[in-house]
């Protein structure tokens, strides 16, 4: 009997480190839509609960997850025209100062006042950012570069937001704020090769059936004559794209209140956050130090208010 959920198809390996986000929160408001920053452990809280339910007002248990905040630049603005049947790149423009970070030189296509004159012709514009992990001390061989949506009633809003903060740096508080609810895309840690009982949850075969336990028992019919995509098999498990939904933020912190949430020796295999800080309920998909984008929620929620800390522990985390 098959218990694994497909859910999830097909369970292959990520391409990237960098996790893909395919669609944004519809907001008419100019602003950012998203953020990135890398995982830092776990601890827990307890908070007054405020919103609706039976805990209504008590005092209760939070698991919580730590992000710390890389520098975010902007250094550039990609315009979206609608072509046959779908939306593609029109063209970029970039800042020249901020665009030698990532290696872009110089050239003619890119200025920005022809873009202006054709404005009404574009889908839509998102801004293009680069992440600085130096201050953190992330292992960081080559810039990393990304695309973040941005709101607005129409391209001309978007252009006129984006172009204020064209060669400059942008802060988590200018997106976020402590109560809203967001999207979290990472990539979950990676376990190697697994038999279909690990990777798909089959059950395992009797000590009479034959001398195999952890197999499956056929691989289908006859007919049709093939292997059907949804028979459970071995191979790679783990180190895929995951999205997960409708998560709280809990705290946001600057570098001069980071000693409010590290905790006693430092995160495991992470060490002290020095910079921007995020924490978010529950947990999060991926390793240490494994890059997490983060956006504003894309899916209807009921609004939430900031929640009332009353104990955040900085408790070691070494040996458990």
């Known amino acids: 009997m098959k218990k694994g959920s497909l859910e999830f198809w097909p369970h292959r390996r990520a391409v990237r480190q960098m996790p893909r986000v395919r669609s944004s929160a519809k907001t008419e408001v100019p602003s950012f839509l998203g953020y990135v920053g890398f995982k830092a452990g776990m601890t827990h809280v307890m908070l007054i609960d405020e919103n609706e339910g039976p805990s209504k007002g008590s005092e209760i248990y939070k698991p919580v997850t730590l992000l710390e905040l890389p520098k975010v630049v902007i250094y550039g603005i990609r315009f979206y025209k609608r072509g046959y049947a779908y939306v593609g790149v029109a063209g970029e423009a970039y800042d020249q100062n901020a665009a030698k970070h990532v290696g872009i030189k110089e050239t003619k296509n890119n200025d920005l006042s022809k873009f202006k004159e054709k404005i009404g012709e574009y889908e839509r514009v998102t801004a293009l950012a680069y992440l600085d992990a130096e201050p953190i001390a992330i292992a960081n061989k080559r810039v990393r570069r990304f695309e973040i949506p941005v709101g607005g009633k129409n391209p001309q809003e978007m252009l006129a937001f984006i172009e204020g903060f064209l060669g400059k740096e ?16 990472s990539i979950s840690k990676g376990k190697g090769w697994a038999g279909p009982v690990k990777r798909y949850k089959v059950a395992t075969q009797g000590r009479k059936v034959t001398n195999k336990y952890r197999h499956l028992g056929t691989l289908g019919p006859w007919h049709p004559a093939k292997v059907q995509f949804g028979v459970p098999q071995a191979g790679h498990m783990g180190y895929n794209y995951r999205t997960e939904r409708n998560k ?9 209140e980071a000693g409010e949430v590290n905790v006693k020796g430092g995160y495991l295999k992470y ?40 104990y955040i522990s900085l408790e070691s985390k070494q040996g458990k």
């Open 170 to 185: 942008i802060k988590s508080s200018e997106v976020f704020k402590p109560g809203d609810m967001i999207d979290t895309t």
């Open 248 to 256: 709280l933020i809990i705290k946001m912190g600057s570098p001069s």
């Open 271 to 310: 060490g002290m956050i020095k910079s921007d800080y995020i924490m978010i309920e529950g947990s999060i998909p991926g390793s240490t130090k494994r890059l997490i984008r983060i956006r504003k929620a894309t899916r209807s929620y009921k609004e939430t208010k900031p929640p009332k800390i009353t």
